[in-house]
């Protein structure tokens, strides 16, 4: 299996609702980072969260990190239809530059 | 301040032809990764440029991915020859050189998809 595993792969909910998504890794990491890619376009980098940090808020974004489980959340408080894109988080492997990405959870939000 | 940039957006071509695919990172950027997406998969490293020297290649698939970053500016990634499992999105980003940092944003580009029929 992938690091940077993200579940589920795909979430569909209505707007206004909060929406969770999950990521686990296997390698120790430096930081871990969640980023959105609408349709046809490039990767939006959304926050970063550092090895010795355990949550992080960006506006309507919470993103926590359990460095023992190997595992990162992603909270979308309030979604709007505007949300509907996909997400990946993508870790950065200690002593590596480049980032690991998973999957992504397919996130859509219903009007 | 630009973003990364790259072009073509879109890229369709024969299998056997040869495609030249450009990356222009963030000015200031020491920094210049190539992923690439194949449809259904994870987004995945292809290189890793510092300036003009490549850093980590380790993820370039096979003989036919050549990249180059010549002045240590903009990189080009061509295939030759393109095969039907080459198809997909192909990533640039760019970061800042952070010396003894363990921080490491990557900005990236908007992708260039590759189709190869």
């Known amino acids: 299996s992938q690091q940077g595993e993200e579940d589920p792969q795909a979430l569909s909910i209505q707007e206004g609702e909060n929406a969770t998504m999950n990521c686990s890794y296997k390698?120790?990491?430096?930081?871990l980072q969640w980023y959105r890619q609408n349709s046809g376009r490039g990767l939006v980098h959304l926050i970063l969260?550092?090895?010795?940090?355990r949550e992080k808020h960006s506006g309507r974004l919470r993103v926590t990190l359990d460095t023992s489980k190997k595992s990162s959340s992603l909270l979308i408080t309030a979604s709007r239809a505007a949300d509907t894109a996909s997400y990946f988080c993508?870790?950065?492997?200690?002593?590596?530059?480049?980032?690991?990405f998973g999957q992504g959870t397919r996130l859509t939000i219903n009007p | 301040e630009a973003g990364v940039t790259q072009f073509p957006s879109h890229s369709v071509i024969e299998k056997g032809q040869t495609v030249t695919l450009r990356c222009d990172p963030i000015?200031?950027?020491?920094?210049l990764y190539w992923y690439r997406r194949v449809m259904g998969k994870e987004i995945k490293f292809l290189l890793h440029?510092?300036?003009?020297?490549?850093?980590?290649e380790s993820g370039m698939p096979n003989n036919r991915f050549l990249a180059e970053r010549t002045g240590g500016t903009y990189s080009t990634l061509k295939v030759q020859p393109a095969e039907l499992e080459d198809s997909g999105v192909y990533f640039c980003?760019?970061?800042?050189?952070?010396?003894?940092?363990?921080?490491?944003?990557?900005?990236f580009g908007p992708g260039t998809r590759l189709t190869v029929l």
């Open positions: 969260i550092r090895s010795n940090e």
């Open positions: 980003a760019s970061s800042q050189e952070r010396g003894g940092s363990s921080y490491n944003e990557q900005f």
């Open positions: 993508a870790t950065a492997p200690s002593g590596a530059q480049k980032l690991v």
């Open positions: 000015s200031g950027h020491d920094n």
């Open positions: 390698t120790s990491i430096n930081n």
């Open positions: 440029f510092v300036k003009e020297s490549k850093q980590d």
